[in-house]
T-cell receptor
């Protein structure tokens, strides 16, 4: 049973560019959440997708957008990249129940130059 | 708003010694509480979770945590640390779905880096 997978593992971009990160949830999971983890910090919630809609959003600008596909996989898009967007981007999947437990993927390391 | 404080940025213990990592949370209702561990350059692995019931929760790798509502704490413990436990540990709080406006979102602490000396 595959866990949460993310691609790519590493990415280097320059300021102003756009990036797309991908996530495949754990088998049986229908909800995907995205987190940003800056160096030396705890993960910060970006948004969550359920039934192909953004269910909840954290304090991130509109440059951060996402999508969920019918097979529950998800993409995170970041436009107009800033140096400060350099971070580890973590995807977590879960099954929508009152006692939801999120399982994390290995992350995508993004470096913005 | 929910928040988590992990007072200890870095803890060093000797192999075989006991361990306690502190976590204090702020949340208006009964929280869902989690401990995750992260090895360098890796994602987060779930160690244990508390939703309700017994306040002493057992997890993987010999870890346990105790929920103390009166102290708003959820400290992680292990009686005998192994060198392979060296990693960064994160406490997180989530909200129940029913009536919660922030359900689904996990709020993490800053993390505690654990170093294990042989």
């Amino acid at each position: 049973d595959a866990g949460v997978t993310q691609s790519p593992t590493h990415l280097i971009k320059t300021r102003g560019q756009q990036v797309t990160l991908r996530c495949s949830p754990k088998s049986g999971h229908d909800t995907v959440s995205w987190y940003q983890q800056a160096l030396g910090q705890g993960p910060q919630f970006i948004f969550q997708y359920y039934e192909e809609e953004e269910r909840q959003r954290g304090n991130f600008p509109d440059r951060f957008s996402g999508h969920q596909f019918p097979n529950y996989s998800s993409e995170l898009n970041v436009n107009a990249l800033l140096l400060g967007d350099s971070a580890l981007y973590l995807c977590a999947s879960s099954f929508r129940t009152p006692q939801e437990t999120q399982y994390f993927g290995p992350g995508t390391r993004l470096l913005v130059l | 708003a929910q928040s988590v404080t992990q007072p200890d940025i870095h803890i060093t213990v000797s192999e075989g010694a006991s361990l306690e990592l502190r976590c204090n949370y702020s949340y208006g209702a009964t929280p869902y509480l989690f401990w995750y561990v992260q090895s360098p350059g890796q994602g987060l692995q779930l160690l244990l979770k508390y939703f309700s019931g017994d306040t002493l929760v057992q997890g993987i790798k010999g870890f346990e945590a105790e929920f103390k509502r009166s102290q708003s704490s959820f400290n992680l413990r292990k009686p005998s640390v192994h060198w392979s436990d060296a990693a960064e540990y994160f406490c997180a709080v989530g909200a129940a779905h029913a009536g919660g406006t922030s359900y689904g979102k996990l709020t993490f602490g800053q993390g505690t880096i654990l170093t294990v000396h042989p």
